[in-house]
């Protein structure tokens, strides 16, 4: 009897310690920092939203869809008062979009010192983005070039100002070992014949890695203080598969949360935290996101 007492105790206790908010510590940045999101309406980017709001730090959302981005915004505020988030305009696929987003932005003269490029887009059937170019390359490369490249000036001045050391964080994927053959497929990117979804967005994976690598050491030769990195943010639920045919990729996603449960991993645990705050959802599409996290 006691032996049953006591391991319900152990059991209680470490669920608390687990999903406790208490147990949660979140340290706030000592000085304001201003940071550029792309990709913010959901999963990944939304959620590093909401933990850069909880540091202090200015984020800005850029988001192709203005209300799921408000929608956001509104749940991040809810949740913390006083955050400071602002929602602009950004369609990643569209170079005209782009250059109006880093006009705006550049305009306002705001200090910037973290970029997190990580809009994304998988396995989509094949497509042209409006400058021609198949779509997760144009989305998920070469409008992170564009991007960095307009806003890097800013982010240089305010790392020398402020002598902060600037980041440039680049969501990649394991995926970058499943391209074509050829690597990245520079005289063909366009070319339909031959187009696997999984090898597109493999491809446009590893151009991420090799950006970051570029201009990390650009930037390490010029002895700017920013660092850049791509990374693989791990095998996470969220509306990545929206392009699969079956139910949305929810089949993709009951796997995950299968692995992740069977696992007891912190994915899990970031799982049901982020399905918790679903409740105070805004809407139908925010309310379908299960999971995020790191
Ligand atoms: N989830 C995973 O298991 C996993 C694994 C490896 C890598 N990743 C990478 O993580 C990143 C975030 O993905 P996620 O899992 O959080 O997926 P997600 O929930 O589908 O989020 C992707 C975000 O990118 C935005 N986006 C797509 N195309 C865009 C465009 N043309 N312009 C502006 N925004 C655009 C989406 O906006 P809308 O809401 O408007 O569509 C959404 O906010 C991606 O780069 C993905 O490749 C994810």
């Known amino acids: 009897m006691w032996q049953i007492i006591s391991s319900l105790l152990i059991y209680y206790l470490f669920r608390f310690a687990i999903f406790s908010k208490r147990f949660v510590k979140v340290t706030k940045f000592s000085t304001v920092r201003h940071e550029v999101q792309q990709g913010a309406s959901s999963g990944?980017?939304?959620?590093t939203c909401r933990v850069l709001a909880l540091r202090g730090v200015?984020?800005?959302m850029?988001?192709?869809?203005?209300?799921?981005?408000?929608?956001?915004k509104a749940v991040i505020i809810k949740e913390i008062p006083n955050a400071k988030v602002d929602v602009m305009?950004?369609?990643?696929s569209s170079m005209s979009s782009i250059r109006n987003f880093a006009e705006n932005f550049n305009s306002q003269n705001l200090p910037l010192n973290i970029l997190i490029n990580n809009a994304g887009i998988a396995f989509a059937p094949f497509t042209l983005s409006e400058?021609?170019?198949?779509?997760?390359?144009?989305?998920n490369h070469l409008g992170h070039f564009l991007l960095t490249h307009l806003l890097l000036e800013g982010m240089k001045r305010t790392a020398q100002e402020t002598n902060i050391e600037g980041r440039i964080i680049i969501v990649s994927s394991d995926s970058y070992k499943l391209t074509y053959h050829e690597g990245i497929r520079f005289d063909r990117i366009n070319d339909e014949l031959g187009y696997k979804s999984i090898l597109a967005y493999g491809q446009s994976k590893l151009a991420n890695i090799l950006h970051a690598q570029e201009l990390s050491k650009?930037?390490?030769h010029e002895d700017v203080k920013i660092t850049v990195n791509a990374l693989h943010p791990g095998g996470i639920?969220?509306?990545?598969?929206?392009?699969q045919g079956f139910l949305d990729g929810s089949s993709h996603n009951m796997l995950l949360g299968i692995a992740s449960a069977s696992a007891g991993s912190q994915r899990q645990i970031l799982r049901r935290q982020?399905?918790?705050r679903s409740k105070i959802s805004c809407d139908r599409r925010r309310s379908r996101e299960e999971a995020v996290g790191f």
């Not at 990944?44 to 959620?47: C, F, L």
């Not at 850029?62 to 956001?72: E, I, T, W």
């Not at 639920?237 to 392009?243: A, D, G, L, S």
């Open 274 to 276: 982020q399905y918790n």
């Open 131 to 139: 400058d021609g170019i198949e779509l997760h390359f144009a989305t």
């Open 58 to 60: 200015h984020v800005i």
């Open 89 to 92: 305009v950004l369609d990643l």
């Open 44 to 47: 990944i980017g939304a959620e």
């Open 62 to 72: 850029g988001v192709r869809n203005a209300s799921a981005g408000a929608c956001v």
């Open 218 to 220: 650009q930037l390490k």
């Open 237 to 243: 639920v969220t509306n990545i598969m929206r392009y």
